[in-house]
Nanobody, 123 residues
Framework: VQLQASGGGLVQAGGSLRLSCAASGRAVSSSTMAWFRQAPGNERAFVAA????????LYTDSVKGRFTISRDNGKNTVYLQMNSLKVEDTAVYYCATGSPGIQVFLSTRYAYWGQGTLVTVSS
């Protein structure tokens, strides 16, 4: 499986960005897709996840109500719509896929990773 993340950039606080993650190589219809982020000096942290089949979603508390994860199964693509961005959202955002079971928050549970896309939020 190959994952290609895109959509990062520079935005002012309060603005919006939409990240995309396109999967290729094999069908991911039974896999969970997730976004993680890593700010300078910090560990990679869970942001959001979505199951391909059921469309169930999970979010870390700090992004609830501001970020929305969605997927287009026909395009094998997952999106992360980010609204009301804050300076503390600045990070490299990574998409990942795998079968984490109930441990969707753990990066070690995901077998495949995209290359990361940088999101910078200025004040």
């Amino acid at each position: 499986v190959q994952l290609q993340a895109s959509g990062g950039g520079l935005v002012q606080a309060g603005g919006s960005l939409r990240l995309s993650c396109a999967a290729s190589g094999r069908a991911v219809s039974s896999s969970t897709m997730a976004w993680f982020r890593q700010a300078p000096g910090n560990e990679r942290a869970f942001v959001a996840a979505i199951t391909w089949s059921g469309g169930n979603t999970l979010y870390t508390d700090s992004v609830k109500g501001r970020f929305t994860i969605s997927r287009d199964n026909g395009k094998n693509t997952v999106y992360l719509q980010m609204n009301s961005l804050k300076v503390e959202d600045t990070a490299v955002y990574y998409c990942a896929t795998g079968s984490p079971g109930i441990q969707v928050f753990l990066s070690t549970r995901y077998a495949y990773w995209g290359q990361g896309t940088l999101v910078t939020v200025s004040s």
